[in-house]
């Protein structure tokens, strides 16, 4: 380790000049025979001399070693290396760079490291890289340190730490040398300190560099030994089933093996003789007690292993410990390590709930987006329009198509906004006009024929664009996510879903409480008749509202498309979420979606956690609790009272 | 003064002697007599029509009759199916089992036997042990009973929860939606019991009689579909025709009404959701053998609308309505996604029907709603007004 | 005499609109009693309660001889409990027949199972006749109730309601767009009525109630302005102030 740490060193010092005389090929040509077939053993003592030299030419030369380029003309049995150009082979002299032209490989020797010679270069050589000038290859060498963490490399490493010049990298040395020295420290003060060093740390690798020194494994003994760094002694019952343990105690060869039930059966059929096992009849060995008196036969007869009674396991068990061992021998640092570990995962389970919540906010903005426009046609309005879905849909092939004419994804998306809106607009008010309005107050029928649009629209859209999922690519400053620590983060697309959702609610209010519009929405809802005897026209509003709530879920369509796949089926894997959404909240009240969106997102999000592996499950579980929760408030959270809500 | 109640309903007769002539009809153009004029594939298509026949007049006895729009009914005839299906499946892969084992130098034990079956029927979604919801799978008539048990409690337990709720209207027809997404979602898991997505197949093939050809299988599902699709609908004749049927009427028409007159409107839609599920639970059961295998797509709710679909171009509030509906539309339906319509060219593009069929039924059902909210029976009332 | 009816102390709040107001009114077994007041006096609202569609938020509501509690009751009990309500729009079943109108009305067990295996019998269908009598639907029996004019669907509901036979009949606007001839007939169908049972009107056409010849309740604002004979309300000053003067003006 000292030898490879003075080799860093002096590679990256200025060097001095009294050693200039010798070159690298002096070097080489005393140890002729280990550099052209090195040995795990025999590589140390050139990679010492090398050192020794502090010569400059050596990490090229080590490059070239590793990679199988240096070769030994055999005339004069000096090293070069050879790089092969055009049929025709390149010698470079390791010491002036000048090269010569040879035909063909005749007289040249290949020098033919192993795998091993060749890894134990290569850790050479990421010590030499630590220390290079090309910021790429140090933090190539870190990255490679992190990957396969060794002891050998933390006096590099620490040396290092000094005269790195950039403070991020800098950082990233000092976080991996201290996780390191959790593992490989020379003192246990030094580990001590290091492991303290971690609590601090949320990442997945100081983790798991704390679960390295955790690391236990089972053990089985007549007495808990008094020298050995136990973890835990295992209950038989609760930490440990009686036929696990058993299964210990036959690997640790303290008891003999059990006979299992295949094996019973091969033994039996091995003994058949004349229709007739140890005195059973074939036929009978229907049952696995027949089988087992026929086999205790055979092994009374002494032809077939006896088998274990469940009384002698019992009393193997009972007369072994069985015990978790720390792999670390030193108790102090494995108690330190604990405690680490415990402030770490205190910390790590904090911001875990914080992600959830945050991963929840976007869902739930995805579902307000996706219901907003419902909350307008189907809360405000009562039409119940199940076409809304491939609205969102048709929003968000708009989006594909106008990426198709506009390349640039920031342009696009500016175009793609107001285009999702108009079109979903035109789609909406052409839908009110030819068949919504001939159907007001026959809600179940208004269900069913704008079903049929929508099935209708689903099959044009995958007759038009296929089956196959469409991209639709958000622009560079969307990609990324907002990193906080190493276990929260959002990505930027959903905060600006987020941001999205938020400019919606707005807009919808504004429109519904500040404007002429939004009156005379809420007149026509109220009571159509008066309305119209008061000037206002309750055909134009019903279809200005309805394209309003159409051309918003185009808009949402274009947000979903960036976010999740474009496909024909996206409005459907939408709509019945989205209905639940305006339920849930509470039909006629925006504040009302707003909630309903809230609750059906942080619920989603909360059984996924409980269930992880699990979204159909989740989904599954989130209807079901919907059902329910209607039972306690079917009029949904934010619930109009009085007269009016009778009706 | 008392007359009985077909007597009173001729029109019930009537269906029923249409439906027995054509039963005899296609018995005897069959392969099974040699006369091989309609294909066995044809008679499993026809007695799976007559299945869904059944369980669109249960649709348009909770539909057009009470006023539920359930998109929930289509998830009762699944599972209807599902828990024949079972039993099917079951028996089939024991069977298959045993016939292994039978080359053995020694007998299994039962152990042995249910793991190898276990293994033969979920080795598909990783796992050999049955789960619980297996536990009866080994008795056709525990089977059968859970054909009519589980979609009745389920509708029983859901409805009750749901009408007490006063959830009506739109809102009924959102949450039985949901519900059947719920199934649905909790099928497609691999972890449900039920093989996930794959489903279960081999429906077609009845254990015990494995020498029977699928011709003569096919005949004696068409025929018990017939008479399962009358019985079905002399039953609910009765229901529609009585007082029962002047109550549930009036729940359709105004709710608040028949409340104020004392009848407690709840217990009578659940009774009108229940029977409906059990019924069409019982169509699933007689759909989903002739049609061999049954997932969890065809739960969907996708399905449940298009059976409220079918009712509503048959024509709702008349059971032979719900019956020329779901013939036809299923029948087209097939004829035009089964490549049997023409393509048509137009020059510039050729409308291939397996692509636009969707297109021109969405629309068609749109045109439907709108212009005949009657439907297909609704023209037989203009041909009986121009005779009068 | 001991009361069919009690309310007492009852209050409805909308959304901080006092709808009720402290209301207390009640009904003996057998009497004729007309309500009168101005839009938004909770005439509607009282019925409400009273049937079960509407909670209050305080007060009693006590029925019968036995002082059974209505609050807490569903709408179904309520009316097999024998309260009848006539509501101000018509509502019949216009899809069905006259003669399935009233055999649904007719009072016979109101359970799905009872109504299932229900038969038609010949004291029901002389039932039915003879309520059709009383209302003047003796040749419509057959015709489906949509078909009927507005007022003859007033008193094939009013006939429902009496198919019911409820020991309190509660009649929102019986005579609203009907001719005087009409009207005349639906005062005595009213009138004979009311002689075995309490018969409550909801009316504004004080001719009307004039000609029903009954103790009359004036609400206003939720709560009872003033009660007893027609000439007596009419003359009492508040009544004049706040209904009558702008049902005149």
Redesign the interface.
């Given at each position: 380790m000292l030898r490879l740490l003075s080799l860093a060193l002096s590679l990256c010092l200025i060097l001095p000049a009294s050693l200039q005389a010798q070159t690298l090929q002096d070097i080489l040509q005393t140890h002729q025979d280990e550099v052209l077939s090195p040995g795990r053993q025999s590589v140390g003592v050139v990679l010492d001399d090398l050192v020794a030299s502090g010569l400059p030419q050596a990490l090229p030369f080590l490059e070239a070693w590793r990679d199988r380029e240096i070769v030994r003309r055999d005339s004069d049995g000096l090293f070069f290396r050879a790089v092969e150009v055009d049929d025709a082979i390149t010698l470079e002299d390791l010491d002036t760079g000048t090269t010569t032209t040879v035909a063909n490989d005749d007289g040249l020797t290949e020098a033919r490291p192993n795998g091993g010679v060749r890894r134990a270069i290569g850790d050479a050589l990421v010590q030499f890289q630590l220390s290079d000038p090309d910021i790429t290859k140090r933090q190539a060498a870190v990255d490679a340190i992190a990957r396969s963490m060794d002891a050998s490399q933390l006096g590099p490493l620490q040396a290092s730490i000094a005269d790195e010049p950039d403070p991020a990298l800098r950082e990233t040395k000092a976080r991996l040398a201290g996780m390191l020295a959790v593992l490989f420290g020379e003192t246990q003060d030094a580990r001590i300190t290091a492991i303290a060093g971690m609590a601090d740390d949320l990442s997945v690798d100081v983790r798991a560099v704390l679960n390295t020194v955790l690391s236990t494994r089972p053990q089985v003994a007549q007495s808990v030994p008094d020298d050995a760094n136990i973890a835990q002694v295992l209950t038989i019952g609760a930490d440990l089933n009686a036929q696990d343990a058993y299964d210990r105690l036959v690997v640790a060869e303290l008891a003999p093996a059990l006979v299992t039930k295949a094996q019973i059966r091969d033994a039996l059929v091995a003994n058949i003789a004349g229709g007739m096992v140890g005195g059973v009849a074939v036929r009978s060995l229907n049952t696995d007690a027949a089988r087992a008196a026929a086999y205790d036969a055979l092994a009374a007869a002494g032809l077939v292993a006896p088998r274990v009674t469940p009384e002698a396991q019992e009393a193997a068990i009972a007369a072994h410990v069985f015990y978790l061992q720390y792999d670390e021998p030193d108790p102090v640092i494995t108690d330190a390590a604990q405690r680490a570990l415990a402030a770490v995962e205190t910390r790590v389970a904090v911001s875990q709930g914080i992600d959830l919540g945050l991963d929840a906010l976007s869902l739930a903005s995805i579902y307000f987006l996706a219901a907003i426009g419902l909350a307008i046609t189907f809360g405000v309005m009562g039409v119940i329009n199940m076409a809304h879905g491939e609205f969102i849909m048709m929003g968000a092939y708009t989006g594909f198509v106008v990426q198709q004419f506009v390349p640039d994804y920031t342009l696009s998306i500016i175009i793609a906004l107001p285009l999702a809106f108009a079109i979903t607009f035109g789609a909406g008010v052409a839908m009110e006009r030819l068949v919504i309005r001939h159907l007001y107050h026959r809600p179940l029928e208004t269900l069913l024929a704008t079903f049929g649009i929508s099935i209708a629209l689903q099959q044009l859209a995958k007759n038009i664009f296929g089956t196959q999922a469409r991209p639709l690519t958000s622009p560079e400053w969307l990609s990324g996510a907002l990193v906080f620590n190493d276990v929260i983060a959002i990505s930027y697309i959903r905060i600006a879903i987020f941001v999205l959702a938020l400019l919606f609610l707005g807009l919808i209010l504004f429109v519904l409480k500040r404007t002429r519009l939004g009156l005379e929405v809420r007149a026509v809802t109220q009571n159509p008749g008066m309305a119209a005897s008061m000037g206002i026209n309750p055909d134009k509003i019903n279809m200005l509202t309805f394209g309003l709530g159409s051309g918003i879920a185009g808009i949402a369509g274009v947000a979903i498309g960036l976010y999740a796949k474009v496909t024909s089926e996206m409005g459907a894997d939408y709509i019945v979420q989205s209905f639940m959404t305006v339920v849930v909240g509470g039909v006629g009240n925006v504040w009302g979606t707003l909630a309903g969106a809230s609750l059906i997102g942080f619920l989603q999000k909360g059984i996924e956690w409980l269930n992880p592996s699990n979204t159909l499950a989740a989904q599954t579980y989130m209807i079901l609790f919907i059902i329910l929760f209607i039972q306690f408030r079917p009029k949904g959270i934010v619930a109009l009272k009085g007269r009016a809500a009778a009706d | 003064m008392r007359k009985s109640f077909l007597a009173e309903n001729p029109s019930v007769l009537w269906f029923i002697a249409i439906l027995a002539v054509f039963t005899i009809v296609v018995t005897l153009l069959s392969e099974v007599t040699g006369v091989d004029l309609i294909s066995t594939s044809f008679v499993k298509t026809l007695g799976k029509t007559l299945c869904l026949c059944l369980v669109a007049i249960a649709m348009d006895v909770v539909w057009g009759y009470c006023g539920i729009l359930s998109l929930g009914h289509f998830a009762f005839f699944g599972i209807g199916g599902y828990a024949v299906g079972m039993w099917l499946m079951y028996a089939r892969t024991e069977g298959i089992v045993i016939e292994s084992f039978a080359g053995q130098p020694i007998p299994p034990t039962p152990q042995e036997v249910s793991d190898a079956i276990g293994n033969q029927i979920f080795g598909v979604v990783g796992s050999s042990e049955f789960p619980w919801i297996w536990g009866f799978a080994d008795s056709l008539l525990l089977q059968l009973l859970m054909v009519v048990l589980v979609p009745g409690l389920l509708a029983l337990v859901f409805g009750w929860l749901a009408f007490r709720s006063r959830v009506t209207g739109v809102y009924l027809s959102i949450l039985t939606q949901a519900m059947t997404l719920a199934l649905a979602l909790y099928l497609f898991q691999n972890d449900s019991g039920l093989r996930g997505n794959n489903g279960l197949s081999g429906l077609q093939n009845i254990p015990g009689f494995e020498d029977a050809s699928q011709a003569s299988i096919s005949v004696v599902f068409f025929i018990a579909s017939a008479v399962a699709l009358a019985a079905g609908y002399v039953f609910f004749a009765w229901i529609v025709s009585g007082k029962m049927g002047s109550v549930i009427k009036g729940i359709r028409d105004n709710e608040a009404r028949v409340r104020f007159l004392g009848y407690h409107v709840e217990s009578y839609k659940l009774f009108v959701f229940t029977t409906t599920a059990v019924v069409a639970g019982i169509a699933g059961a007689l759909y989903y053998p002739q049609a061999g295998i049954i997932n969890p797509g065809e739960i969907a709710p996708i399905a449940s609308i298009y059976l409220a679909v079918w009712v509503a171009i048959g024509g709702r509030g008349r059971l032979y309505g719900a019956v020329i509906g779901a013939a036809f539309v299923s029948l087209l339906s097939s004829w035009f996604t089964g490549g049997g319509a023409p393509n048509i060219n137009l020059g510039f593009y050729v409308i291939q029907w397996t692509d636009w069929w969707l297109v021109l039924l969405g629309f068609s059902f749109v045109a439907v709603t709108l212009f005949f909210p009657k439907g297909i029976g609704g023209l037989f009332d203009l041909l009986v007004r121009k005779q009068s | 005499m001991s009361m069919l009816l009690e309310v007492s102390g009852v209050t409805v709040t909308?959304?901080g609109?006092r709808?009720i107001n402290n209301l207390s009114i009640n009904f003996a077994p057998t009497e004729l009693r007309a309500i009168i007041g101005p839009n938004g006096a909770g005439k509607t609202?009282f019925m409400d309660i009273v049937?079960g569609?509407?909670k209050p938020d305080t007060g009693h509501v006590i029925w019968g001889e036995r002082n059974i509690s209505l609050l807490g009751m569903?709408?179904?009990?309520i009316?097999?409990e024998g309260i009848?309500?006539k509501?101000q729009k018509p509502?019949?079943?216009?899809?069905?027949t006259v003669r399935?109108n009233l055999?649904?009305?007719l009072k016979n067990p109101?359970?799905?199972f009872a109504?299932?295996m229900?038969?038609?019998t010949?004291s029901n269908?002389e039932r039915i006749e003879d309520i059709a009598g009383q209302v003047g639907l003796s040749d419509s029996l057959t015709r489906v109730a949509g078909e009927l004019s507005h007022g003859q669907k007033q008193w094939l509901e009013i006939g429902?309601l009496l198919a019911?036979e409820p020991r309190l009949m509660l009649v929102d606007e019986p005579a609203a767009g009907m001719t005087p001839e009409e009207r005349e007939k639906t005062t005595d169908i009213l009138k004979e009525a009311a002689k075995t049972r309490a018969v409550v009107v909801v009316e504004h056409d004080m001719e009307f109630v004039r000609r029903l010849d009954c103790k009359v309740t004036v609400l206003h604002e939720g709560a009872v302005l003033a009660e007893g004979s027609l000439d007596h309300v009419t003359s009492n000053q508040t009544v004049i102030d706040v209904y009558l003067g702008r049902a005149h003006a």
């Open positions: - | - | 909308f959304d609109f709808a609202t049937t569609k509407t569903s709408e179904s009990q009316a097999r009848g309500r509501f509502t019949v079943f216009e899809a069905q399935q055999a649904m009305a109101r359970g799905p109504v299932l229900h038969k038609k010949g269908a429902m019911q």
